[in-house]
């Protein structure tokens, strides 16, 4: 490296341009957060049923099985759009209903075939977990994923 | 060593090595759970292994920050550490939290956000050993001399602790969440962790290769501008599709573009100080892990990120084994290689002995590094056939996963080359011998000395 750069000056430069990504990136931040609850969230209320729903797939870790939105484990389907894949998106009872006879069914216990455990899942949580995965399912997600299957 | 307590280093060592074996095996069940579906399914589900496998993880490698900086400040400083105890107290604390969260995992008591599935006692539990951390390495190195090593390696990791208050952020609004997750997630590995990592790597060759303090010192600084000037808004690739606004799809692809140059230098940096150095260090097995390091994250952190890291491209593959790939590669090649190359060249020291069981240790290099490159291979194999049959052909996720059952059999394969060098690499430094079990060769005279 030249003389022009000194360590001093590669010392400044780091600082004064990190401060400069950070300050970009916080009010970036700020604005995709309004776009999130204003915007690209705002197809369906969040009520206090879909918080509970969102705990009851946190209680549970789907995530390390599932992805959601593409974010997760890879070793099972993707959850964000399941609704859609199984043509209940608009439909609160129906999506309950088969989402309880899934749940219900598992685990298969088919040989050879991955296993997806058993919860112990009230009919409420798994009424507040069937809307929050409606909630997930319009969300804005800028197109993704590339079609039904996810 | 020329410090008493730098010893405390070698508790954190030995810890982290073995929180490595349980990650490494639960890594390997995990893949076996992938070729035999059925194993455990009713006793310990896929799940509960996976939190495991990334959370012994990511404990293992911050100890072994932490035991770095334990090791390598008090030289660098030139003056004891502020105090061993709090920095025992610290480790009593990390341990427990870690074995306490795989305890309550085992007995399925968990979160549910990826990686920071810890009880809310544990992530306290981290924040206090955080907060301790700090406070002990920053007194130790405002008391004595500064350095850039220090600097940066301090910079980093009070960053990345400051961060760590993300893991208590968690909105109604899954977007929300997914958006403030990655400020852990990302910001850690692609940003304040790097700085860790040049940091370490600074002074492992200032050691190695003897080249003067100067110039890998202005490097350091030119690697971590770069690493923070594209890292930041780099974010932004794991913004497409998580509900946040468009503009995050050239930002992110523009930014996160610019991530492979910091990784570069740091190969490079590394290269040139062996070649430029004089010193003829005998630790070769430490030397080996330090390029092996910043040439496997190059890889795996730098090419294999920028292969699905434009929008274009992850729109389809987001999500899917090619992730998976690339995630165990850099993983592997930035952070676990590194962290071993510092247990490498610290223990024989904090042991009181010659480097010794070297060409063990060095097969064990080839080994996990040589299973890391097979297994990224199949997993970008498998995740290439898989998006294209499910993304742009839109079959079903089950049915195109039986598909791949080929190559999920030759990852486990991989997997078990990676634990048996783990182990042997856990052998190499734990027990002493009185000779070499494997004769190196002999010495070989370099011209000029
Ligand atoms: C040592 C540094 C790095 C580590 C340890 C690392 C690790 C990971 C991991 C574990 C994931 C998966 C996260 C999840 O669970 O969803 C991931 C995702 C990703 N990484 Fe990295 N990464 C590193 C550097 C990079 C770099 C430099 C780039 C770009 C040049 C990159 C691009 C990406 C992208 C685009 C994704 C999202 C993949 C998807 O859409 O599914 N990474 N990384
Ligand atoms: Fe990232």
Redesign the interface.
């Known amino acids: 490296m030249a003389e022009i750069l000194t360590k001093t000056r590669a010392r400044n430069i780091f600082y004064g341009g990190s401060i400069f990504f950070v300050v970009v990136f916080i009010a970036l931040t700020a604005q995709s957060h309004r776009h999130i609850v204003k915007t690209s969230t705002a197809g369906m209320p969040l009520t206090e049923q879909v918080a509970l729903g969102k705990h009851v797939w946190e209680k549970n870790s789907c995530i390390n099985c599932h992805t959601l939105h593409g974010e997760g484990a890879y070793f099972a389907p993707e959850i964000g759009n399941v609704m859609t894949r199984w043509g209940v998106a608009d439909d609160p009872e129906t999506a309950y209903e088969i989402l309880d006879g899934w749940m219900q069914a598992q685990p298969s216990g088919i040989e050879g075939r991955r296993q997806m455990p058993h919860f112990e899942i009230t009919e409420e949580e798994m009424r507040a977990l069937s809307e929050f995965l409606r909630w997930a399912d319009q969300t804005d997600t800028q197109g993704w994923p590339p079609n039904d299957a996810g | 060593m020329k410090y008493q307590s730098q010893s405390v280093a070698k508790a954190y060592f030995y810890c982290a090595m073995a929180l490595f074996g349980i990650q490494v095996l639960g890594g390997l069940l995990a893949g076996w759970?992938?070729v035999?579906?059925?194993t455990l399914?009713?006793i310990v589900?896929?799940?509960?292994i996976?939190?495991i496998h990334t959370n012994a993880l990511i404990v293992w490698l911050l100890l072994g920050f932490f035991g770095a900086a334990y090791f390598l400040v008090p030289e660098e400083s030139e003056r004891e550490l502020f105090s061993v105890k709090l920095a025992y107290l610290q480790l009593i604390i990390l341990m427990v939290g870690t074995l306490g969260a795989v305890g309550s995992y085992l007995v399925g008591i968990?979160?549910?956000?990826?990686f920071l599935?810890q009880p809310l006692w544990v992530k306290f539990g981290i924040l206090v050993a955080a907060v301790i951390f700090l406070f002990n390495i920053s007194m130790t190195v405002l008391a004595g001399r500064k350095t850039?090593i220090t600097n940066v390696l301090l910079m980093g990791l009070w960053l990345l602790c400051l961060l760590w208050v993300f893991a208590f952020i968690n909105p109604?609004?899954?977007?929300?969440?997914?958006?403030y997750w990655w400020m852990v997630v990302h910001l850690w590995v692609e940003a304040t962790w790097e700085l860790v990592m040049a940091a370490i790597l600074g002074y492992l060759m200032l050691k190695l290769t003897g080249v003067d303090r100067?110039v890998v010192?202005?490097?350091l600084?030119?690697i971590?501008?770069t690493a923070?000037?594209s890292g930041?808004?780099g974010?932004g690739h794991?913004?497409?599709?998580?509900?946040?606004?468009?503009y995050?799809?050239w930002?992110g692809s523009i930014f996160s573009t610019f991530e492979v140059i910091p990784f570069f230098l740091m190969m490079s940096f590394a290269f040139v100080m062996v070649w430029k150095g004089r010193k003829n260090h005998p630790n070769k097995a430490a030397l080996l892990w330090s390029l092996g390091s910043s040439t496997v994250a190059f890889f795996g952190a730098g090419v294999w990120g920028f292969l699905h890291t434009l929008h274009g491209v992850n729109?389809?593959s987001?999500?899917?084994?090619i992730?998976?790939a690339h995630g165990h590669l850099a993983f592997y090649g930035a952070y676990v290689a590194l962290n071993l190359a510092v247990f490498t060249y610290a223990m024989p020291m904090l042991r009181g002995r010659d480097p010794y069981n070297q060409v063990l240790n060095m097969a064990s290099f080839w080994l996990m590094t040589g299973g890391m490159t097979f297994m990224t291979f199949v997993l970008t194999f498998a995740g290439t056939i898989q998006t294209h049959m499910?993304?742009?052909l839109?079959?079903?996720?089950?049915e195109?996963?039986d598909s791949l059952s080929l190559f999920y059999l030759m990852r486990f394969g991989a997997g078990a080359a990676v634990v048996i060098g783990a182990l042997l690499f856990i052998y190499s430094l734990v027990v002493a011998r009185k000779r070499e079990v494997i004769q190196p060769g002999p010495a070989q005279a370099v011209a000029g000395e």
């Not at chain 2, 839109?394 to 089950?398: F, L, R």
Request: aromatic share 16%; charged share 20%.
């Open positions: 759970i992938y035999s579906p059925n399914s009713e589900p896929f799940n509960v996976r939190m968990h979160g549910g956000r990826e599935e850039a109604e609004n899954l977007s929300l969440d997914k958006m100067e010192e202005k490097w600084y030119v971590v501008a923070l000037f930041i808004l974010t794991h913004f497409y599709w998580i509900g946040t606004p468009g995050w799809q930002i729109f389809y987001h999500g899917t084994q992730t998976a499910q993304r742009v839109g079959e079903n996720y089950m195109v996963q």
